[in-house]
DNA sequence: CAGAAAAATGAAATTTTATTTCATAATTAT
DNA sequence: ATAATTATGAAATAAAATTTCATTTTTCTG
């Protein structure tokens, strides 16, 4: 864990020379790195022997270790966390801020990835007869771009955002046909229903949402995305973009369980596209 | 700079002992910032002295001071790399390696994006009477979570993948209205000319687009987004979560632009859709 | 609220670590 | 071949960090 989040967690548990301490090094980090363990000390009022013990409080070997830790937090502290967008921020700011926080959540989304669920799936996709995407909303898009990968793949793909036409596609399925329903809240009504169905029609059912939820409950696969959606602004922003990131992840195992011949298939696909553009004069 | 790549760079210029050095700490970097000089000494087989004035030629203090700078490029440089899939990744290698990826072309976005650009087309679209949405292929996807989010926003908002709509569409914009046209590679065609067709009705012309395109070349405002697509699977797949992401982004600077009543706004529309969603327990 | 027990703190001593100095070895140029 | 230059390491020195231990402060108990 970041070591200048930790001291602010620790700070009430500090006594009171430790809490000097503290207080130095969390208001300038960058001088503290340059810092003697004497200097330190001085800066706080406090003997060096307190700085020593504050160091292994907090699980380092001691002064230069602890340096260590402070110059990797303040390398890469910052970044990759969930900052939330303020009101007075610059375009700047808030550019970075949305980036930052959507490499953070794709980070937490990864971990939160179970890759036995995700080599079930493979295999499953691999060997359908014909695969569904299914989403609502901000997850529709996702369907509709996990439409636009596996198409290339030459087996029939459907893909609809009309919920009459996904519970009529639903009803239609058999097995060997594999279904992906894709909810971020995995509490949609609607589409709960739909995995319902087609279950019951024998249908593999993979499910891109979060665990433990209704829409969980019905699927023979579940690929549990976590995110913390900032939700300041009400609209869908990480949890897309991390449904994204996955269903690459499932077009690149489909690409890597059919071999090497398969591939040269997608350049195919890639090089129709050729006429359609301007050349490229380098 | 980070210090590794500096040894890496100027390993042609170290003497015989320097190089053994550097071998050293670039084989294990990890090991050496919890060695001691004597340790890393020992282990490259030179003096002590030697190690202190390899440091001093890279610019730093000194041993110590080298130590923070390499810790440092350790924090961030080995993560969100842009590593290749591997025929014979593991569910979960591949898995890592595209989230890496994702991660790592999303700080080269963040960065190649200029907030300047971003402002003005913020202007643009806060004060535009109608927008319109125009991609194709893994791109149309994008037009499409943008219409999502600025829908939200109760202006009229307009998107095609259908390239005749689009045209008639462009042929019909005037003065005060907004055409959003998105394409990674900026060379295809039909987008390009609708973006023509919209320039030549008075329309403001924003592209998210590689610079220096065709398609740049045609637009009022370049948003330019650089990402190093991976080709080897002939899918667009960095570049469209990079454009998701400048979404968010416009979308945040819409409302921050618009004031906080206006987020109440959002609110109702978010909770207008709790009641097709089942009830969390908790 | 006294006074004992526990915890926190710092001065000084010690140890560890890094740097400088300087003599010697290796390399390069002439 | 040999002088000049550069690179290197042993030993000495300096700096920094840690330990020890006595003292102070705080907390608990009757």
Redesign the pocket.
């Known amino acids: 864990m970041n070591i200048l989040e930790k001291i602010t967690n620790e700070l009430e548990t500090f006594?009171?020379?430790?809490r000097k301490v503290a207080e130095v090094i969390l208001s300038s980090p960058n001088t503290v790195i340059h810092s003697?363990?004497?200097a330190l000390a001085k800066q706080a009022n406090?003997?060096?022997?307190?700085v020593?013990?504050f160091?292994r409080r907090l699980d380092t070997?001691?002064?230069?270790d602890f340096k260590l830790h402070l110059a990797q937090s303040l390398a890469n502290g910052t970044p990759y966390v969930n900052r939330h967008v303020d009101e007075n921020d610059t375009a700047e700011e808030y550019t970075s801020k949305i980036f930052e926080s959507t490499m953070a959540n794709l980070e937490l989304a990864r971990k939160s990835l179970d890759p036995t669920s995700i080599n079930r799936s493979v295999d499953v996709l691999t060997q359908a007869n014909k695969l569904s995407f299914f989403g609502l909303g901000a997850s529709a898009i996702v369907a509709r771009d996990a439409q636009n990968k596996f198409f290339r793949f030459n087996v029939p793909v459907i893909c609809f955002d009309d919920i009459l036409m996904q519970r009529m596609s639903a009803i239609n399925s058999r097995q060997g046909d594999v279904v992906v329903v894709i909810s971020h809240t995995g509490r949609t009504k609607s589409l709960v229903e739909v995995a319902t169905l087609a279950k019951e029609n024998d249908a593999t059912v993979i499910g891109i949402t979060t665990k433990d939820t209704p829409l969980a409950k019905e699927c023979s696969i579940v690929l549990s995305v976590d995110v913390s959606e900032d939700t300041d602004l009400y609209m869908p922003m990480a949890s897309r973009i991390a449904q994204l990131a996955l269903i690459d992840v499932l077009a690149t195992g489909f690409t890597l369980r059919r071999g090497s011949k398969f591939r040269d298939n997608l350049k195919k696909v890639k090089d129709s596209l050729r006429s359609s553009r301007f050349d490229r004069k380098d």
């Open positions: 006594s009171k020379s430790e003697s363990i004497a406090i003997s060096e022997p307190t020593n013990r160091c070997k001691g002064y230069p």
